[in-house]
């Protein structure tokens, strides 16, 4: 994010790089610094002539070549951007010989989404020298909700940690489908406000309290009434809470207590350090810690591995979703 903001800033100063190479798994800065760039470099009776959008399924890199190599027409730059030029990944190191000695009055923008060009090739090389390269990495879940609470920070917003988790465990690490609904919440709450779980269930339909969230924290409490509630509205609505997501939620989740256990020094800043959680969920895993002593957790992952083979068809076949993880809990919390 600090890089991005490093790109956005040395354009808005007027240090403006001939090539803008933009790749990597998360696609959502490569959108957002290709969006910036188009609407910012040539100003709005300059782009009719010397502003061009080319995707890389419908053109080559010669195409590529001789469009950047165009001089502007009435202005001081002409800006190239290439879509998806994931597309000419077989043919894309053809673009190094460009690079070495780019058009000064074109900017390039090449947006290489969900890959990345060997570093170790001709045009990696080339373009960092006479360029710029952002790689753009996939964020770990651990990491999505301190992007949320940075992004809504910049826009003058704040967001209870239980909000910013229920966010998470819906929608994935997916940014720009996170930024889609951030963006929704900004219509309707004020500014230099708090966004709340209540505003996450009534603007987005997430349920506040029928979600993996509350499910793994009446499991780490072991309340059964409240784990059998939850379960029991996943099972009449298998589209919305797939098995395969709980699953997986509640084995990162045990994982960490497990975790917890092997921390001697359990104040609340080293535990949040050490499993990379927000100290407001400290409590949470010390809770389970107690409820649940080290031998047990270990077999609690054991059978979370089994439940998940049986998820996928294996040794419980037809045997409903809803089922496979009732017949969990009741293991777990026994």
Partial sequence: ???????????????????????????????????????????????????????????TIEDVVGNAKRFPMMAERQVVIVKEAQDLSRTIEKLADYAENPQPSTVLVVCYKYKKIDKRKKLYKTVAKNGIIYESKKLYENQVADWIRRVLAGAKYNIEPKAAQMLVEFLGTDLSKINNELEKLKLVVPENSQITANQIEENIGISKEFNNFELRKAVGNRDVVKAHRIINYFAQNPKDNPLVVTISLLYSFFSQVLQYHGVSDKSQRNVAAILKVNPYFVKDYAEAAHNYPMKKVSRIITLLREADVKSKGVGAANLPQGDILKELLVKIMS
């Fill in 1 to 59: 994010m600090d890089e991005v903001k490093q790109i956005v800033s040395d354009i808005n100063s007027g240090n403006i790089k001939p090539i803008y190479f933009l790749m990597g798994e998360e696609p959502y800065y490569i959108d957002r610094i290709s969006e910036f760039i188009d609407k910012n470099v040539l100003a709005e009776e300059e782009k009719g002539f010397n502003q061009m959008v080319l995707y890389g399924r419908d053109v």
